[in-house]
């Protein structure tokens, strides 16, 4: 239930924000954050009393929803008996949570190794891949994103990058398959999947197969535009890492525990990777944890020899008691199942009827509680409804589009020309069906910019 409103507490909030807290990714004197008062399930509200459907899970990460009442009674309980213990002791939250992330991963990753988050996950598993092979290059994508930290910056490939490149990290991106915008001149899914996965050959000749240790996907990119790859090419990018000795790696951050429709999207492509990283949905992020799954061939390199590294936090117990409670939670409540059900049944086809009302509707494209509108402003042309990396006045169609969509009540994810559709697995229908009406007045307002 929304509490009463109280702006003057808002005020505060807001306040002290302003005049202490440094935000990610942000020009500081640019942002006007909304100061959240609580949240529940689908829902979060301000000071106002003014109350949002969350379509954007937080940052893609609440797949149980808010304040999920048993997983926060797990979190007190553990804080009960045991708040904290190093990482090199047994701890039952700890050992639990591992047992029932392996019990989920595909084939033997049977290894997990935690982390605070999705990008320490990715530095961990490009230097376990690295020691493993004992060579030291990384291919990831353009159209792509894994985490903020030094090397995991690096192997992203959009604009965050940029800033932080320092073209000495020893990654080499390559393009993979998209077929509404193709980098291969290719017509169908079959085409883009051929073209692509040779693409990939040619650019592993040219950097020299022996010198490369790992290539990373996200196995649906999120944030770079939810780009489900075309039938055959993980398949396909496993059959080339075999055969060159590559540590292949799934970056699962944001596309595991439920929110495909599955416990991980590698499942829907029936490939098994070598190592793959996860976070945000292991306990809807209820306390931070991500993490590693590792295969037995790369744990047995350390078997007896020492992996050089770890985190002082490495399975918190808070953290880890979470999982344990979430994963319990979507097992018991059939979330997976739901994410899955409403999103062939619901999610898909009514985007996909916006997409033919609204002339500023691209592209749709997704599974499960994971989708992404295209936006342009010429659906001949495919022309984005505004540039690459837009900002300020470029980018006035869709701060217009947010804007409208807020008025709503609905909390979009918006990403350069992209709104996605990224609710929590446990969304109703009713509240589906709510934020779809939402999004279809809100695509109204983009329709002024376009060409048609």
């Not at 007896?304 to 936090?313: A, C, D, H, I, V």
């Amino acid at each position: 239930m929304t509490p009463l409103p109280d702006p003057a507490v808002g005020a505060a909030v807001k306040a002290a924000d302003r005049a202490h807290v440094f935000h990610s990714w942000s020009a500081q004197e640019l942002i006007d954050p909304l100061a959240v008062a609580g949240a529940e399930g689908s829902y979060f509200w301000d000071y106002d009393g003014k109350r949002y459907l969350d379509f954007s899970s937080g940052l893609v990460h609440t797949n149980i929803g808010y304040q999920h009442p048993k997983v926060v009674a797990a979190i007190q309980e553990q804080a009960a008996s045991l708040t904290t213990f190093a990482p090199g002791f047994a701890i039952e939250a700890r050992s639990e949570a591992a047992r029932l992330i392996a019990g989920r991963t595909p084939g033997d990753l049977d290894k997990i190794f935690f982390t605070n988050g999705g990008a320490d996950a990715v530095e961990h598993a490009v230097r376990m891949a690295r020691l493993h092979t004992g060579r030291t290059k990384v291919l990831s994508t353009y159209r792509s994103y894994h985490g903020g930290t030094q090397q995991a910056v690096n192997i992203t490939g959009d604009p965050r990058r940029w800033a932080s490149d320092s073209a000495a990290a020893g990654v080499v991106h390559f393009w993979a398959p998209y077929l509404y915008r193709s980098r291969f001149y290719a017509e169908t899914e079959e085409q883009e999947c051929a073209r692509a996965l040779e693409h990939l050959e040619t650019t592993i000749a040219f950097e020299g197969p022996g010198t490369i240790a790992a290539i990373i996907l996200e196995t649906i990119p999120g944030t770079a535009g939810i780009m489900v790859p075309p039938p055959g090419y993980l398949a396909g990018v496993r059959e080339i890492c075999d055969r060159y000795g590559i540590v292949f790696v799934l970056d699962e951050v944001m596309a595991g525990f439920g929110r495909t429709g599955e416990w991980f999207a590698a499942d829907l492509f029936d490939v098994v990777p070598d190592l793959m990283t996860f976070a945000k949905g292991v306990n809807s992020g209820y306390v931070p944890l991500g993490g590693v799954a590792i295969s037995g061939a790369i744990a047995e390199t350390f078997a007896k020899r020492p992996y050089p590294g770890g985190l002082t936090y490495s399975g918190h117990p808070l953290a880890c008691a979470a999982a344990v409670a979430t994963i319990t939670v979507m097992a018991e409540e059939g979330i997976v199942e739901n994410a899955a059900r409403l999103g062939a049944d619901v999610v898909g086809p009514a985007l996909r009827e916006l997409a033919g009302r609204h002339p500023s509707v691209g592209e749709v494209r997704g599974v499960g509680m994971f989708w992404a509108v295209e936006l342009v402003r010429n659906r001949e042309t495919r022309e984005p409804l505004v540039p690459y990396n837009a900002a300020g006045e470029k980018n006035a169609a869709m701060a217009a589009f947010g804007a409208a969509a807020k008025k709503q009540g609905l909390w979009p994810f918006i990403n350069m020309n992209r709104t996605h559709v990224v609710p929590p697995c446990t969304a109703s229908e009713a509240e589906l069906k709510d934020g779809l009406a939402a999004l279809d007045a809100a695509l109204a307002v983009a329709d002024e910019y376009t060409e048609e």
